[in-house]
């Protein structure tokens, strides 16, 4: 009941504050990087911050965080707008809404990833002074992280930086504990000559595993919830860093630029690549129930699953800048590819598993007459993994019509890829397959309108897999040998009346596979209202979001393997996932209150994947600072 009463306390406030605001604006929670507004902060922009391409020809401007999003950024989980649902915890494990889950030789992380420290999510920086931002998050259930960001610039050329992050939970049921830490130090250098830019990113989760209610009906009485597992633990660690260098073989780069917010442009170059990914899962439960695991192969009385994955990637490439007609940049690169596989339980340990290939890597990207077009390549010509293949061409293209601006964007995507080490063979207590199976042929067709104006943007997508890789609920690898198809429609509008703020989007999609299941329709939607305190001083937004996705067979988990598996008996969904919240700024400290599930709290709890309920209402305090001198 107490709980009733704050909700109720903060939706009464919400609807308060709508009638008295000042102007301004605040980006939503959803809100991706081609959104995001710049930052009020006085001095911030005086910090570029990017994001490199895969080949490091290209970067992407980002913008500081804003109210909302930015401090989310730095949850250990992701929010209901990135489209995920999870096991009900903190750090949980999640399953995509909108996307089949694609299997590599670490296919024990994929429903981890988006907890990750990446290349491909970690923004590089220049700044004229040193730039460092401490954060701090807690909430109920006894949920603590701490998190420090620290770049500066050493010469104009030349950044350097780092981030940390530690965080723990206790859990609200038996055996949600979990805690994780993630390392990232990074450093790059755009000279006119010469070229630099390298990170490691470490990252690491220990956690309890309980395996879901013993019975579902339990869910009706929490004080007698019963877990399927009391002995059951997991550890997740994924090591990646790359390093990049490359050399100008001509003159200067005639522009040049005091925070280098564009990338020298050499006209020719060498460079070489060296990057690298090792990983790890170990499973460990020293108490079998039979009634849980389908099969146990070596001791019903304690495992240690562990599974290792290892690939190196060495490069040389060579680069030419073009200018005349057409301003673009092309890539070209040879590669070797080093992966290397062990898995074992405690009883016993297998032979590793070696692989080496030899791949030509490309990149092309220009403009001309208002086109942007880029594509990317891969092909593996010698080696384990010959005829493999990843292709990924881009055409956009911005027009006005009575004007009114608008961006038109369509993308092709096709790869092929070889089943291979454990994909193929695979031991441990409560999994085994030896099976040779079919090359894994992906293709997608995309496009997506955007207008400006109105703030719009419609989507439609169609995606083709051959040879679906699944799992089952008894702990097996199969294999679809047929195709699958997945049709999808976006429509996404964003909305300002006065200091009333809007976020819709809702998604259709089609799949004509029974080894795949998505919602039907899956929806996000957000309002908030932003207004300014205190002479301008502080800048408040207050408001909520929610998640929606129709009734579908959601996958079940499998703790052993870290992984989502096919199911067809239960169907789960036709309820909305809301959270309200409160966010304040002033100057460069930020302060963020949320209650999540305010749903579950008032209505009713549900399970959002078979067997594991929903967490109760709960507050969490998220507080940021930044320091700029």
Not at 159 to 183: C, D, F, H, S
Not at 466 to 473: A, E, K, R
Not at 557 to 572: H, K, M, N, R, T
Request: with cysteine.
């Amino acid at each position: 009941m107490k709980s009733f009463y704050t909700v109720l306390f903060l939706c009464v406030s919400f609807f308060l504050s709508a009638q008295d605001n000042d102007t301004s604006h605040v980006c939503s929670p959803i809100c991706s990087h081609n959104f995001r507004i710049s930052d009020s902060v006085d001095g911030l922009k005086k910090i570029e911050v990017f994001q490199y391409n895969a080949v490091y020809t290209e970067r992407t401007k980002l913008e500081l965080d804003t109210l909302i999003d930015g401090i989310r950024f730095f949850r250990p989980f992701e929010g209901i707008s990135d489209l995920e649902i999870n096991l009900g915890y903190f750090a949980a494990p999640a399953l995509q809404l909108t996307s089949p889950i694609e299997y590599a030789s670490d296919f024990f992380n994929a429903s981890y990833m988006s907890h990750f420290v990446q290349g491909n999510n970690l923004p590089f920086y220049s700044t004229r002074y040193p730039f460092t931002l401490l954060y701090y998050s807690t909430g109920s259930f006894k949920e603590q992280q701490v998190s420090f960001l620290h770049t500066q610039n050493i010469t104009k050329d030349f950044n350097l930086g780092v981030y940390l992050q530690y965080y723990t939970y206790q859990g609200e049921y038996a055996r949600q504990e979990n805690r994780g830490r993630k390392i990232a130090p990074w450093a790059s250098y755009t000279g006119d000559m010469y070229s630099f830019h390298a990170y490691y990113a470490y990252n690491a989760i220990n956690q309890h595993n309980n395996g879901g209610l013993l019975r579902d009906t339990l869910i009706r009485y929490p004080q007698s919830m019963i877990m399927n597992l009391d002995q059951a633990s997991s550890q997740h660690v994924y090591q990646e860093g790359a390093i990049v260098q490359k050399w100008n073989l001509g003159s200067r780069p005639l522009v040049q630029d005091t925070l280098r917010v564009d990338l020298p442009k050499y006209r020719n170059a060498l460079g070489h690549s060296l990057r690298y990914m090792n990983t790890h899962f170990v499973y460990h439960d020293s108490r079998l129930p039979e009634s849980f695991y389908p099969a146990i192969y070596y001791t019903p009385q304690q495992t240690k699953d562990t599974l290792r994955v290892k690939t190196i990637r060495n490069t040389a490439f060579y680069e030419s800048f073009f200018s005349k007609k057409q301003r673009g940049i092309v890539h070209l690169g040879l590669a070797h590819e080093y992966t290397q596989t062990a898995y074992a339980d405690y009883a016993a340990l297998f032979p590793k598993q070696l692989f080496n290939s030899f791949l030509y890597e490309g990149s092309v990207s220009f403009s001309a007459l208002g086109f942007s077009v880029s594509n990317t390549h891969e092909y593996y010509i010698a080696g384990d993994r010959m005829s493999d293949y990843k292709i990924v061409q881009e055409i956009k293209k911005p027009f006005t019509v009575t004007n009114h601006a608008f961006s038109l964007g369509v993308a092709y995507k096709a790869s092929q890829s070889q089943v291979l080490d454990v994909l193929q063979v695979y031991q441990s207590n409560h999994a085994q397959w030896n099976t040779q199976r079919e090359p894994i042929f992906r293709q997608k067709i995309s496009g997506e309108l955007f207008s400006e104006t109105g703030n719009i943007s419609a989507a439609a997508s169609l995606l083709q897999i051959n040879n679906l890789l699944y799992f089952t609920q008894n702990y097996q690898l199969q294999q679809l040998n047929s195709r699958t198809f997945v049709t999808q429609l976006q429509v996404q509008k964003k909305t300002k009346l006065g200091q009333f703020y809007l976020d819709n989007s809702i998604i259709y999609q089609q799949t004509s596979s029974h080894a795949l299941s998505l919602p039907q329709f899956v929806s996000y939607n957000s309002a908030y209202v932003s207004r300014k305190l205190f002479r301008n001083l502080i800048e408040s937004t207050i408001g909520f979001d929610f998640l929606w996705f129709s009734e579908f067979n959601t996958p079940s988990y499998l703790p052993a393997l870290g992984v989502f598996a096919y199911q067809d008996e239960i169907s789960l969904g036709g309820y909305p996932l809301v959270n309200a919240f409160i966010a304040i700024k002033y100057k460069p400290i930020r302060v963020l209150l949320q209650y999540s599930g305010v749903y579950a709290e008032l209505v009713e709890k549900n399970f959002l994947v078979p067997h594991y309920p929903q967490q109760s209402g709960a507050f969490s305090l998220a507080v940021s600072w930044f320091f700029f001198n």
